[in-house]
């Protein structure tokens, strides 16, 4: 069975930092292009960041570029978002999806998990 589970969210000041963290099982992330996505009480889910299976493609929304930074290691199926100067506006539900391509292109055969709750509140 593909899975993919998110950890390392949480409550956190403005200006904080957190680390998400995207495990896969049930196969190998090696191969696939990942992405980070991030959906907010009554908005449409965004794409935050992609990386592609090398690593060396990564791409990262206007609103979080030179914040946040995005990273992969293959060797233990795992996919991370390092997350920095953290903004209320970042506040919203972070999903790591796999396969995912450039432009944040998700095929229907992806697997998404189960979502991380990120809350950026004084």
């Known amino acids: 069975q593909l899975r993919l589970v998110e950890s390392g969210g949480g409550l956190v000041q403005p200006g904080g930092s957190l680390r998400l963290s995207c495990a896969a099982s049930g196969f190998t992330l090696d191969g696939y292009g990942v992405g980070w996505f991030r959906q907010a009480p009554g908005k449409e889910r965004e794409g935050v960041s992609s990386?592609?299976?090398?690593?060396?493609?990564?791409n990262y929304a206007d609103s979080v570029k030179g914040r946040f930074t995005i990273s992969r290691d293959n060797a233990k199926n795992m996919v991370y978002l390092q997350m920095n100067s953290l903004k209320p506006e970042d506040t919203a539900i972070y999903y790591c999806?796999?396969?995912?391509?450039?432009?944040?292109?998700?095929?229907?055969?992806?697997?998404w998990g189960q979502g991380t709750q990120v809350t950026v509140s004084s």
């Open positions: 999806v796999a396969p995912c391509y450039s432009d944040y292109y998700i095929p229907d055969f992806a697997s």
């Open positions: 990386i592609n299976s090398g690593g060396g493609i990564i």
